[in-house]
């Protein structure tokens, strides 16, 4: 008796165990659940850029010492497009809307436009810092005067005005930290179909022991829902709004991940439900599968709850692919049993003959799948890391509700015996293609080996010309209002993006260097010389230009003074000088020590790997640039994205090696033979070989999901081949016939492995209801990598099983 004999012998004696225990079981499964299901409530859902880093990540340990020292750099550009910003009644209205704004906006600093722009000059040798606007103009010499002093800053170009003169921004500044404080519970997760950012839902946060509570999600959503309502009452044909900014961007992600999660559950379980009536054409058959997934994802949702994993992007696919691998196990228990319960009669002895024909099988599908899953555990991406965790766990989880759970519910369930169906009925239809096809795949192994090897080689070449891509902003439809605004912002304002460059002296004082200054001025004109495609930077800010213009104010506003002083006594007086104005912009481009000043570079939206190509080049540039003056390093949102692209593509690479790696350790255990083992692996391969040719025909980009998609394919993927080769090595080795024990596998097993791969391939098509275009990819996606891993378990795999085993002497 070898040991899978024994392991299924000792699954038929549980399966008799549960059948006197079942009350009790389901008591205690029951009370189990309720527990951990308390803690439901306190889930907690971050779509934050920083949230994709591990909060010990270094990148994000530097940008939350960046938000500490100079405040949150996710700010709302609002975008006002008209036919002339220089006219009466267009100031008159702008200010209006300025007003509103910063009247009616919470957790705000403050609202910078136009209206309220820095405008320095100087007056008999004082220095004057005012707003550019102190009165509106009232006439045609007012408005030619404010043109003029507009045009002549070079500060305010493509920043608070396009070249053309057609289009104006508004800033919102909001608040660095949460106005609820640290100890801030998680409200219920509640889903609302609007497009609205006003639910009460309390986002995932960044307080580390005794920080402070970082603006929350929830908190950024309720600006960004009031900056709508204001919007709306001002926007017209004259006075265009356009709403962008990484701040709306992540509200718009989290809006769409909600609505789309109320979305795939709903539609998955009604999916699950049709699939199983049609099935098993019993209530029973839907109940039963039905309370397995049910109680899995409550139970892996309130995991993640506990061990305070927030909801994510990557997390989103979860419980649509729970709710379809839980069925499918269950399927592939219940289909036995019923079948024979028809012929017996006799729940108790039915019950242990399905656990013992399929339990194991079941365990091992439950554990190629989840180790699929568990290699993402290993990734510095904190959400696809999440996703590892506890999409694994979830299959496990769900693994003992099949097993323990669904037993306990058969054995107190009053059945009805249905006679099984002649061969006349409509099954028959399954029944001969399943024949046929065994028959095909045994007669003809080395044309569909040769064909297979064909299309494994041609596929492989296309696919060698996939390219890697991470644009988060065309996952939105192309008509969404923030990827409109977004691109209607980069090319009218050169960039609606910004990159963070810390510049860091190491020393009290050690920005009053006049060298240090007028290489940054340097920097400032030339960066642009390292751009390269649709990167550029269509403006930088720093101090400079808070000294540039003092200096001129202080020298009767003339221009050739617009220049860095060579004495830097003078540069800190000037310094102060300007503090002493009452305006406090200097906080947020310096530190209180004048040690460490701040960057920024304005730039567009673009795919995440130019920018990171773009941030490697300058980050070289800048170190050549400065020397040995001040260390100088990349922070900020939009540096962030690009880190955690990069991260993506080497953590994916791992988790295909590891995923791989253990799925075949497994495999050779399961079929207790290194060559069959081994050799069953290869048409595991071919779904990924397949999926990436299809993404390179359709032009889909290999982004931080679909990235996802082959260590997950391979779970699924392996998933058939282990109830194939399980059924299968059962049939030969009693028969030794490869043809009888192929017919066999198919007509048993077989229709189960169709059953389930359709039920798979549905509840990942139900990601093509996205409003998000990624998930409508990783939809399409992953269902055709599990009807190419249906076709090669029903076709390649008998036929390398036809060549490689002659008789019982070759195993």
Not at 220 to 248: C, H, K, P, V, W
Not at 387 to 399: K, R
Not at 515 to 540: A, C
Not at 757 to 762: F, G
Request: glycine residues 4%; contains cysteine.
């Amino acid at each position: 008796m070898n040991w899978r004999t024994k392991t299924e012998s000792k699954i038929e004696l549980f399966s008799d165990w549960l059948f006197e225990n079942a009350k009790i079981t389901i008591v205690v499964i029951f009370v189990l659940v309720a527990g951990i299901a308390s803690q439901l409530p306190s889930l907690k859902i971050d779509t934050t850029t920083e949230g994709f880093l591990h909060k010990s990540d270094p990148m994000r340990v530097q940008y939350d010492e960046f938000r500490d020292q100079f405040g949150r750099d996710e700010k709302l550009m609002i975008a006002v497009k008209t036919q002339n910003i220089f006219d009466l009644d267009f100031l008159e209205k702008l200010d209006r809307f300025h007003h509103a704004l910063e009247d009616e906006l919470p957790n705000i600093k403050g609202v910078d436009s136009l209206i309220n722009a820095r405008n320095t000059y100087g007056i008999e040798g004082e220095l004057i810092v005012e707003p550019l606007i102190d009165n509106l103009p009232q006439n045609n010499e007012d408005l030619i005067s404010l043109k003029e002093t507009v045009t002549n800053n070079s500060l305010y170009k493509n920043s608070l005005y396009s070249e053309d003169f057609r289009m104006t921004t508004v800033t919102i500044d909001t608040e660095t930290y949460s106005n609820n404080g640290a100890s801030q519970d998680a409200t219920n997760l509640e889903f609302d179909d609007s497009l609205e950012f006003d639910d009460s839902l309390e986002f995932d946060d960044d307080s580390i022991g005794g920080q402070r509570l970082y603006l929350t999600d929830a908190e950024n959503d309720e600006i960004i829902s009031q900056t709508q309502q204001i919007m709306q009452r001002f926007n017209d044909d004259n006075f265009e709004i356009y709403l962008s900014g990484s701040a709306a961007i992540a509200g718009i992600f989290k809006q769409a991940l909600m609505n789309d999660s109320v979305i795939f559950i709903s539609l998955m379980m009604i999916v699950i439900m049709i699939v199983l009536f049609v099935l098993f054409r019993r209530i029973s058959g839907v109940i039963l599968p039905l309370s397995c997934v049910s109680l899995t994802l409550i139970m892996t949702v309130s995991l993640m709850s506990i061990f305070s994993a927030p909801f994510t992007m990557a997390t989103q696919i979860m419980p649509t692919f729970l709710l379809a691998v839980v069925t499918s196990a269950s399927i592939h228990l219940l289909a036995v049993f019923y079948k024979d319960f028809a012929k017996t009669n006799d729940k108790k002895k039915s019950l242990r003959y399905a656990m013992g024909h399929s339990g194991l099988a079941i365990i091992m599908t439950s554990v190629t799948t989840a180790v699929g899953l568990w290699s993402f555990s290993f990734s510095g991406v904190a959400p696809v890391a999440d996703l590892g965790v506890f999409a694994s766990s979830g299959v496990m989880v769900g693994l003992v509700f099949t097993l323990v759970f669904l037993p306990a519910l058969v054995s107190v369930t009053n059945f009805k015996v249905v006679k099984q169906k002649s061969s006349e009925d409509e099954h028959s239809l399954m029944d001969r293609a399943l024949i046929g096809i065994s028959v095909f795949a045994t007669t003809r192994p080395k044309l569909i080996i040769s064909v297979s090897t064909v299309l494994i080689i041609c596929a492989a070449i296309i696919a060698a010309q996939l390219r890697f891509s991470h644009f988060p902003l065309q996952w939105l439809p192309e008509d969404n209002f923030a990827r409109v605004a977004t691109e209607a912002v980069d090319e009218n304002l050169k960039g609606s993006l910004t990159l963070e460059v810390i510049i860091d002296t190491e020393k009290t004082n050690g920005l009053y260097n006049p060298e240090l200054l007028r290489v940054i001025d340097d920097v400032s004109k030339n960066i642009n010389s390292i751009s390269t495609g649709n990167m550029f930077v269509g403006k930088v800010i720093s101090y400079i230009d808070v000294i540039k213009e003092t200096n001129r104010a202080l020298n009767e506003n003339r221009d050739e003074y617009y220049a860095i002083p060579d004495d830097s006594d003078l540069i800190a007086q000037e310094f102060l000088l300007f503090e002493s104005s009452g305006n406090n912009d200097l906080a947020s481009l310096v530190d209180a020590n004048y040690s460490k000043a701040r960057l920024t570079l304005k730039t567009p939206f673009i795919d995440s790997l130019e920018a990171n190509t773009f941030i490697d080049n300058a980050q070289i540039y800048l170190d050549q640039k400065f020397g040995s003056l001040a260390k100088v390093t990349f922070t900020g949102i939009g540096t962030l994205m690009t880190v955690t692209f990069e991260e993506a593509i080497y953590s994916s690479a791992v988790s295909y090696i590891l995923a791989f790696s253990l799925i075949t350790i497994l495999m050779v255990l399961l079929i207790g033979n290194l060559k069959i083992g081994l050799i069953s692996m290869i048409p595991n391969l071919l779904p990924i070989v397949i999926l990436s040719t299809i993404m390179v025909i359709f032009k889909m980009p290999l982004d931080m999901f679909t990235l996802l998609i082959g260590a997950i394919a391979l779970g699924l993927a392996v998933d058939d081949t282990v109830h194939f080769m399980h059924n299968f090595r059962r049939y030969e080795l009693q028969y030794n016939d490869v043809d009888k024990a192929v017919r066999l596998t198919l007509m048993g097993t077989g229709r189960a492995i169709t059953l389930t791969s359709i039920v798979l391939a549905l509840g990942f098509l139900v990601l093509t209801f996205s409003q998000m275009n990624n998930m409508f990819d990783f939809g399409v996606l992953t269902a055709s990598a599990i009807l190419v891993a249906l076709l090669a378990d029903f076709f390649l795999m008998p036929a390398i099983m036809k060549l490689i085993i002659k008789d019982r002497t070759s195993l």
